[in-house]
């Protein structure tokens, strides 16, 4: 009995090794890296990190720097049955030669193929870019061809990411970008000119992961004609921040090449747009309101719009109409623009004359006119009081919409401001009284007398004599506008503008001074008072009887008093005065030298000019640019 027991036990045995021996056991699905090391750094530590999927250097101090990261040999384990490819090479543990200079990627494949797991290992201190890039970032220098002080950095992205750029100086330039699947590039904006410009960029992903590279920019010289700004004062704590706007133009023996720029507090200057090649000047560079970073222009019979690149974006044309001095985008997104109307004539002194820079046209993206507003229409195109301009009677230069009524304020730099409201009725006039007759292109039955704003004093309301109303006399509580420049409508309702100061009194002053001026006018009761002025004092420094602006700054409330160009003192110059309110303490002030040296400095498109001026920032909140190469 004992027999068959231990008989049926061997073969219940013999079975059982029998089953074991011929199952197969299933492909492990493990896909893990469970140590690291490199044999030319046998004292350097790694530690895997499995929820990042990153191997790092634990003591640094271990690297030998006699080391060359090119050409290393790793050592691994990994899962049971699992495969270590780099890139689409196998890699053998102990035998297989990579370069770590910028990082390896190790992918592991599990023996049944159905789990991947990859691992970036790095010697650095930082990640390398090549973590967050597919490739080395690829810096374009000047894109457009117009900015030498822009570039283009193109990103090979693995993934949505962030990039934070400093471009390096005396005066950083920050900014913050986000990539998202569609974008690829970052504008770099502010570059020093004759530099070897530093970049700095951060790159961070999604699981804050960040990776660090400095790209070298190297700028070329700026033509020696650009101006030479000077620094006279800064008080930054009380300034308006921002860099400073200057809607330069080159006299070129006769025309004006336009190259506007931007320098900083120190006045180095950090942007440029060579505008040059449309041959004659471009007039009225707007940015967006510090909104998006665009801008635009007219030159000819086009409206032009510019990222800061100096890519054009769009072209608006007006067919044979030409563009004059402004042009200004409306809340409708159309444009209102100063123009030559082609075929325009009026009937001046009993004869039918061309009539010039008379009409305003509201003009849509299309470039179909949708209004316009004729000045002759509403003024004295015989008033010569001022100036004789004949043809261009009025010499429009400026306009501004008025958001509270949609009314437009126009300058008419030999006759004075006038508003009318959208039908083109005049609301009032801002001008000596001297010399108006009637209104009219060819049949003269408009009067003009019941618009005519009369000045009064701002604290008593009391008129002033009829000298002042007229302007052959003075006050120094009150000066009309002479040449005016610039007009724009404050928050508190009143109006500022540039008085030039041109033929003050009709010539009849005995000095010469230019005035930023604020007015309040009460259009019910049509009187205007003058609330604060600055100027006088600083008399020819500051004179400036063409061109030139003004503007509110809405940070600080500051004001921005700029004359374009001054003769004075043996040089030839514009200024930027940055006014605190209503003190009038000058935070900041600079003086921007031309050097005429392509034209004799005598007479228009023989002087250097600048014809605006704004507070500006380089960077604005919606970032608008065409990626081209």
Request: glycine share 8%; with cysteine.
């Amino acid at each position: 009995m004992r027999k068959i027991i231990l008989g049926i036990w061997v073969l219940f045995a013999l079975y059982f090794m029998g089953c074991k021996n011929g199952t197969k056991s299933s492909p492990n699905q493990e896909a893990a890296l469970l140590e690291f090391t490199i044999e030319e750094l046998p004292n350097t530590v790694f530690s895997v990190d499995e929820e990042d999927g990153l191997v790092k250097v634990t003591n640094r101090s271990s690297i030998d720097g006699e080391v060359d990261w090119t050409s290393l040999k790793a050592s691994f384990e990994v899962s049971e049955g699992a495969k270590v490819l780099v890139q689409e090479t196998e890699q053998v543990s102990g035998e297989t030669v990579n370069d770590f200079s910028e990082g390896v990627f190790y992918t592991i494949i599990s023996e049944d193929e159905a789990t991947q797991q990859t691992y970036f290992v790095y010697l650095t201190r930082d990640l390398p870019m090549n973590y967050l890039l597919l490739e080395e970032p690829e810096v374009q220098l000047n894109p457009s061809g117009k900015n030498p002080l822009a570039a283009l950095v193109h990103l090979k992205k693995r993934e949505t990411i962030s990039v934070n750029m400093d471009v390096l100086g005396d005066i950083p330039i920050e900014k913050n970008f986000i990539l998202e699947d569609a974008q690829n590039s970052i504008p770099v904006l502010g570059l020093y000119p004759d530099t070897q410009n530093q970049v700095v960029l951060y790159i961070y992903n999604n699981d804050g992961q960040s990776a660090r590279d400095t790209l070298i920019m190297e700028t070329e010289p700026l033509p020696d004609f650009f101006p030479t700004p000077e620094i006279n004062i800064v008080k930054e704590d009380q300034m308006e921040p921002g860099m400073h706007f200057n809607d330069f133009h080159i006299g070129n023996n006769g025309v004006f090449n336009s190259y506007p720029f931007i320098f900083d507090n120190n006045g180095d200057i950090r942007w440029v747009m060579d505008l040059s090649d449309v041959g004659k000047a471009v007039w009225s560079v707007h940015f967006y309101d510090n909104k998006a970073n665009t801008l635009y222009f007219t030159h000819s019979s086009s409206i032009f719009e510019y990222d800061m690149l100096g890519n054009e974006l769009n072209e608006i044309n007006m067919g044979g109409h030409i563009t004059h001095h402004e042009v200004r985008k409306i809340p409708n997104g159309n444009y209102l623009v100063a123009v030559n109307k082609d075929g325009a004539t009026m009937i001046q002194d009993g004869q039918e004359k061309t009539s010039l820079e008379d009409f305003v046209f509201e003009v849509d993206q299309a470039g179909n006119i949708v209004k316009e507003w004729d000045m002759a229409e509403v003024l004295d195109v015989n008033r010569t009081d001022l100036v004789d301009g004949g043809q261009d009677w009025f010499h429009m230069n400026a306009i501004w919409y008025d958001s509270n009524d949609r009314g437009l304020i126009i300058s008419g730099r030999k006759q004075g401001l006038v508003k009318v409201d959208q039908d083109n009725d005049p609301q009032w006039i801002l001008a000596p009284h001297k010399g108006w007759g009637q209104a009219g292109r060819y049949e003269k039955t408009g009067d003009t007398e019941p618009y005519l704003l009369t000045a009064v004093n701002r604290f008593t309301g009391t008129p002033y004599n009829e000298e002042v109303q007229l302007g052959t006399e003075e006050s120094d509580q009150f000066s009309w506008v002479w040449g005016q420049h610039a007009p724009l409508i404050l928050p508190n309702g009143n109006l500022l503008v540039f008085d030039n100061g041109f033929n003050r009194n009709f010539g009849e002053a005995g000095s010469d001074y230019s005035l930023i001026t604020e007015y309040e006018i009460d259009e019910e009761n049509m009187t205007v008072s003058e609330v604060w002025s600055y100027g006088r004092e600083r008399g020819e420094e500051l004179f400036s009887n063409i061109i030139s602006d003004v503007d509110f700054l809405p940070e600080t409330g500051n004001r921005l008093f700029m004359p374009g160009v001054v003769n004075y003192g043996g040089g030839s110059y514009s200024k930027m005065v940055e006014l605190s309110y209503p003190h009038k303490e000058v935070v900041f002030e600079a003086t921007v030298h031309f050097k005429n040296q392509l034209a004799n400095g005598q007479g228009w498109g023989n002087i250097d000019i600048t014809y605006r001026g704004e507070r500006v920032k380089l960077y604005r909140n919606e970032i608008i640019f065409s990626e081209k190469r």
